[in-house]
């Protein structure tokens, strides 16, 4: 870093900031990792292992499992999350923001390789369980990592950058002359209650959206109707995650957060819909459709909004509790949909391809429900 003016990186403080920002990547690759190769992974598919591979005998081409045993294995991920989240400060105290880095890294390292080589589910269970902990703590101490290395001129863009929570900051520094609410207390002040709720009901709506099961199972979904393409569809939907996380960093300042907010909401629940519509139609190309208009709708409002309106809604003394029920609701919710959306699909179609679009319908009511509860709170 210039030390003079304080406004540049050197090389090694952009190499610094890229290492943070590969555990974020991480995150998002692991959350859709076994997307791809649920058919081959749980003996539905064929994949056999190339002869060139040393020790090929040794190495199981594929491990039997249920729906629901698979949907335990993706989303027993985000319990990891959740635990890594909630030891994150004990470890940055222990080990500091760098150690902290370098304990994320190693773990997602050693656990990657290990699922690789898994040949049994409870390893697998393991192996993902451990990651999902590896990627809370990097969430926690990336933006927090970065934000402190970075020159002081462009500390607030550098943080932007890796997520639009940011915003609390120079709110959150005049905490230290009020009483700092602690999580159990929240229950107990009047005055918190709505904000409770309104955060709450945010970040369940935006899990119950139905987004944990398109990333998770989107390949899945479009395997029976479009085999050949479903693969592609689903590397379209990360692709356009990506690109989309971009606009609401102008959108929100401009529009407003509950305009934005709704908007995304009305758009995701009709994209579920006519997800659910065409899947039960046979309609599969205006269901891949649907699919990625929902992922669109998705990331411009109900993706970062739920985060950024906790510092607009709360007292500055009760914003660090509130963000971590945010974020305690955001991992727990996002298991439950995880493991339960195939087996409600299986459920409610009865094995006919015609009707696995119904679990849309189930999803796009209690995602409509809390959103109806959310706007009665957030005014």
């Known amino acids: 870093m210039d030390s003079l003016s304080g406004t540049t990186f050197t090389k090694y403080g952009w190499v ?16 859709s990792v076994l997307n791809q190769i649920q058919g081959v992974l749980t003996c539905k598919g064929t994949a056999p292992i190339p002869e060139s591979i040393p020790g090929k005998d040794d190495l199981s081409s594929c491990i039997p499992m249920s729906d629901f045993t698979f949907s335990l294995i993706t989303s027993i991920y985000t319990i990891g999350g959740l635990a890594g989240s909630l030891v994150a400060n004990m470890v940055m105290d222990r080990w500091g923001r760098r150690g902290t880095n370098s304990i994320s890294a190693v ?5 990657t390789a290990l699922m690789g080589l898994s040949s049994s589910v409870p390893l697998l269970l393991i192996s993902r369980f451990t990651i999902g902990v590896a990627s809370g703590l990097g969430l926690c101490v990336g933006p927090i990592y970065i934000s402190e290395i970075s020159p002081p001129k462009i500390r607030g863009s550098v943080a932007e950058e890796t997520s639009l929570l940011n915003e609390a900051d120079d709110e959150t520094r005049q905490v230290s002359t009020q009483e700092i609410v602690s999580v159990p207390q929240l229950l107990f002040k009047p005055e918190l209650r709505a904000p409770l709720m ?8 935006q899990q119950i959206s139905g987004v944990t099961a398109v990333f998770y199972y989107s390949n899945d979904l479009l ?12 590397l379209t939907i990360t692709v356009i995650n990506v690109i989309m996380t971009f606009p609401p960093i102008l ?5 407003g ?8 909401i009305l758009g995701a629940i009709f994209s579920l819909v006519t997800v659910g519509f065409a899947l039960d139609s046979g ?17 411009i409002g109900l993706g970062p909004i739920p985060f950024v309106m906790i510092p607009e809604v709360s007292p500055l003394h009760a914003v660090s509790a509130l963000s971590s029920v945010a974020l305690s609701l955001s991992w727990s919710t996002s298991f439950v949909v995880g493991l339960l959306f195939l087996p409600i699909r299986n ?10 679009g119904r679990v849309f319908y189930v999803f796009g009511l209690l995602f409509c429900l809390a959103s109806i509860l959310l706007f009665k709170f957030y005014k």
Not at 198 to 205: E, P, Q
Not at 257 to 264: D, F, Q
Not at 283 to 299: D, E, G
Request: net charge positive; glycine share 6%.
């Open 223 to 234: 395997a029976k109707s479009l085999p050949q393409l479903g693969a592609y569809i689903s």
């Open 251 to 255: 959108l929100i300042e401009r529009m």
């Open 347 to 356: 459920l409610l179609s009865g094995g006919d391809m015609y009707k696995e």
């Open 16 to 31: 610094v900031c890229l290492w943070s920002l590969m555990i974020p990547f991480q995150h998002g690759y692991h959350i």
């Open 257 to 264: 957060r509950k305009p934005l907010l709704a908007m995304s």
């Open 107 to 111: 773990l997602i390292t050693v656990f």
């Open 283 to 299: 309609s599969a190309t205006v269901a891949s459709i649907a699919i990625v208009t929902f992922v669109m709708f998705y990331a």
């Open 198 to 205: 309104i955060v709450g009901l945010a970040m369940i709506a």
